[in-house]
C-alpha cells in the first residue's frame, strides 16, 4: 500500500504561483508514474500532468508551459510548479501514482484546494 500526501495548496493572485508536493510513502516509488490531477467544482476529475518512472512528462494542453511537474526519488516526493495562475485553474488537486505494470496497484491522495483569485 501506497500512501500519499499532499501540501502546498492555497489562495493565490491571478498571475501567482504555487508549488504543490506530494510525499510518498509504504511502496518503492521509482517504479510509479505519479501524476496530478484535479477537479473543480461541477466538473470531472481531468489530469494535469504525469511524469514516468523513466522521467517522460505529459500536460493537460490547459497548462502547458504553465506548470511543471518534477520528481525527487530520493525523497520519494512529486511536484507541481504551477506559474502564471487563472482562476480557472481553482480546483482540488489530487496526486496520483500509477504501476501500470500491476493491475490496481495505483493510489490517490487526498487532495489540496488551490485557489485563484483577487
Known amino acids: 500500500q501506497v500512501q500519499l500526501v499532499e501540501s502546498g495548496g492555497g489562495l493565490v493572485q491571478p498571475g501567482g504561483s504555487l508549488r504543490l508536493s506530494c510525499a510518498a510513502s509504504g511502496g518503492v516509488f521509482a517504479i510509479y508514474a505519479m501524476s496530478w490531477y484535479r477537479q473543480a467544482p461541477g466538473k470531472q476529475r481531468e489530469l494535469v500532468a504525469t511524469i514516468t518512472d523513466t522521467l517522460n512528462t505529459n500536460y493537460a494542453d490547459s497548462v502547458k508551459g504553465r506548470f511543471t511537474i518534477s520528481r525527487d526519488n530520493a525523497k520519494n516526493t512529486v511536484h507541481l510548479q504551477m506559474n502564471s495562475l487563472k482562476p480557472e485553474d481553482t480546483a482540488v488537486y489530487y496526486c496520483?501514482?500509477?504501476?501500470?505494470?500491476?493491475?490496481?496497484?495505483?493510489?490517490w491522495g487526498q487532495g489540496t484546494q488551490v485557489t485563484v483569485s483577487s
Open positions: 496520483h501514482a500509477d504501476n501500470y505494470r500491476t493491475i490496481g496497484d495505483n493510489y
